[in-house]
């Protein structure tokens, strides 16, 4: 079966803290993964990854994936409090399923 | 803002009721896809549409069908509802429909509470 995990379900920081969030899938027919901010509302989109080894980023945010090893990760550094949200994880597939899978989420808590 | 707009934001019915849920996707998007969020399942797929046709489909229940219209406005309809079926239901749309290959912008959702 088809599945993306997160880890960790959620952590509290300290503002100027480093985190990394971590993303594993198994699923058949990748296309590439992504990762989405949520706040109160509507996933707002931060990456999308389709090459191993290759570094995304954008000002504090960060992200890479291992097709390899199936995972990828989401570094923020300097957190601010305006970071705390629930980070997701999503693998988009294509071919006649064509659909993004999405993980439970990383729940981050950014303390001043 | 994401461009994409539903309505209603919240909605209260009660069980066995039906209720209809509303996208308009951002200007120039074909596609639209229906998610459903729920504290338990996280963030699943329902159904999309690319320019009036279903593309692809994911886990919707029978009860529930959506369509497009010529206008790229899409609706989601709810039909004999339970306690279950409460939850938050984003639209997201993006231009090609390619699931993966290309962003999609979600809409702020409407929250659905069924008593």
């Known amino acids: 079966e088809d599945k993306v995990v997160q880890s960790p379900l959620s952590l509290v920081v300290h503002e100027g803290d480093t985190v990394t969030l971590n993303c594993s899938y198994e699923?058949?027919?990748?296309?590439?993964l992504l990762w989405y901010k949520q706040e109160k509302k509507a996933p707002t989109f931060l990456f999308m990854l389709?090459?191993?080894?290759i570094e995304k980023k954008s000002g504090r945010l960060s992200s890479i994936l291992d097709k390899k090893e199936l995972f990828s990760i989401l570094n923020i550094t300097a957190t601010q409090t305006g970071d705390s949200a629930v980070y997701l994880c999503?693998?988009?597939?294509?071919?006649?399923?064509?659909?993004?899978?999405f993980g439970t989420g990383t729940l981050l808590a950014v303390q001043p | 803002d994401s461009g994409v707009t539903q309505t209603p934001k919240h909605l209260i019915t009660a069980t066995g009721q039906r209720v209809t849920l509303r996208c308009s996707p951002r200007?120039?998007?074909?596609?639209v896809y229906w998610y459903q969020q729920s504290l338990d399942q996280g963030l699943q797929f329902l159904i999309q549409?690319?320019?009036?046709?279903?593309?692809a489909k994911g886990n919707i229940l029978e009860r529930f069908s959506a369509q497009q219209f010529p206008d790229l406005h899409s609706e989601l309809n709810l039909s004999s509802l339970e306690l279950g079926d409460s939850a938050l239901y984003f639209c997201?749309?993006?231009?090609?429909?390619?699931?993966?290959?290309?962003?999609?912008?979600f809409g702020p959702g409407t929250r659905l509470l069924v008593l």
């Open positions: 997201a749309s993006s231009v090609l429909g390619l699931a993966g290959m290309e962003t999609q912008y």
């Open positions: 699923v058949t027919n990748f296309r590439s």
């Open positions: 389709t090459s191993s080894g």
């Open positions: 999503a693998v988009g597939y294509g071919g006649a399923t064509n659909k993004l899978i």
């Open positions: 200007s120039g998007d074909l596609s």
């Open positions: 549409y690319y320019n009036g046709e279903e593309r």
